[in-house]
C-alpha cells in the first residue's frame, strides 16, 4: 500500500487541464474527479490525502471520497507545505509515504524525513498510463468510460445470447 499526500493547489497550478479558467472550486473538484475516475495513484487499495491552504469550510465535497480512499484536508492557521511536512514527519510509516509536489524547499524538508517525493509530472502522467487511444478519432476515455462501455456490452450479450 502507497500513500500519497497530494499538494493540492501545487498540482492545480501546474496543470492546464485543471485550471483552465475555472474557478478555485471547480479546480478541486475536477482535481478530485480525476482522482476518482483516473486513479493516477493506481490501486484502490492505495491513500490519497490531498492537502489545500485554507479552511475545512471552503469546500464540501460532493461524493464520499471514504470509499476511494481518498482524504481532503485544508491547512487551517498554517500552509499546507506545513501541513504536508507534519503529516510526513508524524507518520509512522514514512516508507509507504510520496508526496506530490513540485514546490523545491517542500520537497527538499520531506527527503530528509526519508520520504518519497514525485513531481507533478510523474504523478499526472500516470493518467496516460489509465487511458486507451481510439485511433481513428484520437478520442481518449477514461477508465469509468470503458467500465461502462464494458458493462453495456456484457448487457447486449447476456441479453442475446440468452432471449428466453
Not at 464520499?64 to 507534519?86: H, K, P, Q, T, V
Not at 509515504?97 to 520520504?115: E, W
Not at 470503458?146 to 448487457?155: K, Q
Request: net charge positive.
Amino acid at each position: 500500500m502507497v500513500h500519497y499526500i497530494i499538494d493540492g493547489y501545487n498540482l492545480i497550478k501546474q496543470s492546464a487541464e485543471f485550471t483552465g479558467g475555472r474557478t478555485l472550486r471547480a479546480s478541486r473538484e475536477e482535481l478530485i474527479n480525476y482522482l476518482c475516475t483516473d486513479r493516477p495513484q493506481g490501486s484502490t487499495r492505495n491513500l490519497v490525502t490531498v492537502v489545500f491552504d485554507g479552511k475545512e469550510d471552503v469546500y464540501v465535497p460532493k461524493l464520499d471520497l471514504s470509499r476511494e480512499g481518498i482524504r481532503i484536508l485544508f491547512s487551517c492557521g498554517c500552509s499546507a507545505d506545513e501541513r504536508i511536512y507534519n503529516l510526513a514527519r508524524n507518520s509512522a510509516r514514512k516508507r509507504e509515504l510520496v508526496v506530490i509536489t513540485d514546490d523545491k524547499l517542500l520537497r527538499a524538508q520531506v527527503r530528509a524525513l526519508g520520504v518519497k517525493v514525485r513531481s507533478i509530472s510523474e504523478f499526472t502522467n500516470k493518467r496516460t498510463k489509465n487511458k486507451i487511444m481510439v485511433k481513428e478519432d484520437r478520442n481518449i476515455l477514461t477508465v469509468r468510460e470503458r467500465n461502462e462501455i464494458t458493462n453495456e456490452l456484457l448487457r447486449k450479450w447476456v441479453i442475446q445470447k440468452n432471449p428466453e
